[in-house]
């Protein structure tokens, strides 16, 4: 059973158009993720989500979006998009935090190229 | 700025060779965990620390945390080819947040 899954696995798109990708998670975590992974390997949170809260990395365009249709699923809608935008996106998730450490379950990621 | 600092960003070593990979910052983390990554797949943990000076194995893989939380070590004996992957540390600095060092790859070779 996958824990947590994306699709598409690779997307190839051209500047200017709207995609999304889909996460799901059968975890029944609380917290789902959206990471983006550049070309050098750098893993960079762009928003965390849970049924109460989306917080949002300052530095991601409000092209990005995430929508959430229940606890399960994340997806994210990419709006205009941009070469720079090129990366691998990984959605994971976790039970909400309490007293010390907490595991984040990652996707298999999505590796999106903008020509 | 980056938060976490990792070294060596690149490692390159023979089956049966020992190695270590540092994770530094200037902040103090309520807890540091450790990712490894295989090409084309999401990173998994390997381990999980919280107390300042924990040291934790896991069969070749020992892992430490700094006695003030603000850095951790990995060290691999006699490492193998299917310890090769990126090896990322990422700090736990908020609720539900976690940020990444940019990763290690460490390559073995038979």
């Known amino acids: ?115 | 700025t980056q938060l976490l600092e990792q070294s060596p960003q690149f490692l390159s070593i023979q089956e049966g060779e020992n190695l270590t990979v540092y994770c530094n910052s200037s902040s103090v983390f309520s807890s540091l965990q450790w990712y490894r990554q295989e090409p084309g797949e999401g990173p998994v943990l390997l381990v999980t620390v919280v107390t300042g000076g924990e040291v934790k194995k896991l069969k070749r893989l020992t892992f430490q945390f700094g006695d003030a939380r603000k850095d951790s070590s990995l060290h691999i004996t006699a490492a193998q080819p299917g310890d090769t992957g990126l090896y990322l540390c990422a700090g736990e600095i908020g609720y539900s947040t976690l940020t990444f060092g940019k990763g290690t790859m460490l390559l073995v070779s038979p």
């Not at chain 1, 690779?10 to 789902?32: A, F, P, R, W």
């Not at chain 1, 990419?78 to 010390?100: H, K, M, T, W």
């Open chain 1, 1 to 115: 059973d996958t824990a947590v899954s994306q699709t598409p696995k690779y997307l190839v798109t051209q500047m200017g158009n709207d995609k999304s990708i889909k996460c799901e998670q059968n975890l029944g975590h609380d917290t789902m993720y959206w990471y983006k992974q550049d070309s050098k390997k750098f893993l960079k949170i762009m928003f965390s989500y849970n049924n109460k809260e989306l917080i949002i990395n300052e530095t991601v365009p409000n092209r990005f979006s995430p929508k959430s249709p229940d606890k399960a699923h994340l997806n994210l809608h990419i709006n205009s998009l941009e070469l720079g935008d090129s990366a691998v996106y990984f959605c994971a998730s976790s039970q909400i935090p309490g007293l010390g450490s907490y595991e984040q379950y990652f996707g298999p990621g999505t590796r999106l190229t903008v020509t």
